[in-house]
């Protein structure tokens, strides 16, 4: 049955991804949330049946708004393409699809997700489900009300970076994060497709190489993170590095997409907006500094037989390695990568 599930996530993202018909957009997206609801209930837990409620009735109202709007639009101008909308129209789809991706202000139900479900499963919900959304962002690119998506971004950087700053599980920091680099996203879709893209994909690097990590030595809380050294202190250490990149600390990976953003909304000139990004993005960076003190630099108070846990661990499968090389050492291909012309 998880084959099933897994192939018919896969196919409903790329159904969204290769419509241009408003009707087949909208079933690729409900496709994509009926398959993610068992996996959310994989554990029969009561926060996990929670988590997915939640989920289910947040994706059910942004498919439903975005099945109003398709129609308001069709029966306005005739035309089912997504190419075509009224301004209207595109502001409703774009607030449904920005609750869907879970951007500022509509952010809450986010990290309760996340907290209710397996590690592997925040993953998913985290990554892959971004990817149909985004598509439809980007098809309607040029007609996208600039003001809604700058506002939101901003937003989400700030609400996401202050979330953050509270938290002591692993899975609830990673979904503030996952907020704060939604706002970033949207902000680059404002200035460039190609850059949202790129902005994107340093993205789903850094959070996979992350998650894969926490999810090797289940990792669910700082304290864990703190035992998790005795284990395996290479990977502990990489992780470490991968928090700094997540943070946009340079040479690392996760500085290319914020300084190449900043840089263009310095030559729109949106000055203060840049500014104001910058600055958001420092809270952040004081949550996963403070995730890689307590991974790397401090010795938690344990027992003698914290110090063997290695011992008795079921051998773990190698997917951190690549994820973790490509979200540390991509930042020298920038020019390969993205060009400012």
């Known amino acids: 049955i998880w084959s099933i599930l897994i192939t018919s ?10 419509s241009h018909h408003w009707m087949l957009a909208w079933l690729g997206l ?17 926060r996990a049946t929670e988590a997915t409620m939640k989920y289910f009735l947040v994706q059910a109202l942004a498919a439903s708004l975005i099945l109003f709007a398709c129609t308001m ?15 209207t129209m595109t502001t409703i789809i774009t607030m449904a699809i920005l609750l869907k991706l879970g951007a500022a202000p509509a952010h ?19 990554t892959w489900q971004k990817l149909a959304p985004l598509t439809l962002l980007y098809m309607m690119h040029t007609n996208l009300p600039t003001n809604l998506l700058l506002l939101t971004g901003l937003l989400s950087a700030l609400l996401g970076g202050w979330g953050g700053l509270n938290q002591t599980q692993t899975r609830k920091i990673m979904a503030h994060s996952s907020i704060a680099h939604m706002g970033w996203v949207l902000i680059a879709l404002t200035t460039s497709p190609q850059l ?42 990489l992780a470490l590095m991968t928090l700094t990149s997540l ?11 914020k300084l190449l953003i900043l840089n ?39 027992t003698t037989n914290t110090e063997h846990k290695w011992r008795f661990k079921s051998p773990t499968t190698p997917t951190p390695t690549p994820m973790m090389t490509s979200a540390l050492l991509t930042m020298p291909l920038t020019p390969m990568l993205y060009t400012t012309t």
């Open 30 to 46: 409900e496709l994509n949330t009926l398959s993610i609801l068992p996996i959310t209930m994989k554990l029969h837990h009561p």
């Open 247 to 257: 943070g946009g600390l340079p040479p690392l990976t996760g500085f290319m997409p």
């Open 264 to 302: 263009e909304l310095t030559t729109k000139p949106l000055l203060t907006l840049a500014t104001t990004l910058a600055l958001a993005s420092l809270p952040s960076l004081f949550f996963y500094i403070r995730m890689a003190y307590t991974t790397t630099l401090t010795t938690p108070p344990n």
């Open 196 to 237: 949202t893209t790129l902005t994107m994909m340093t993205y789903m690097m850094m959070t996979i190489a992350m998650f894969s990590t926490l999810n090797a030595h289940t990792t669910k809380t700082i304290s864990d993170m703190g035992t998790a050294w005795s284990m395996s202190p290479t990977t502990m250490t």
């Open 108 to 126: 809450l139900w986010y990290p309760d997700v996340l907290q209710g479900t397996t590690l592997n499963t925040a993953l998913l919900v985290s």
């Open 9 to 18: 996530l896969s196919i409903s993202t790329i159904i969204t991804m290769t």
């Open 73 to 87: 639009n069709a029966w306005q101008t005739g035309l089912w393409a997504t190419t075509n909308q009224t301004p």
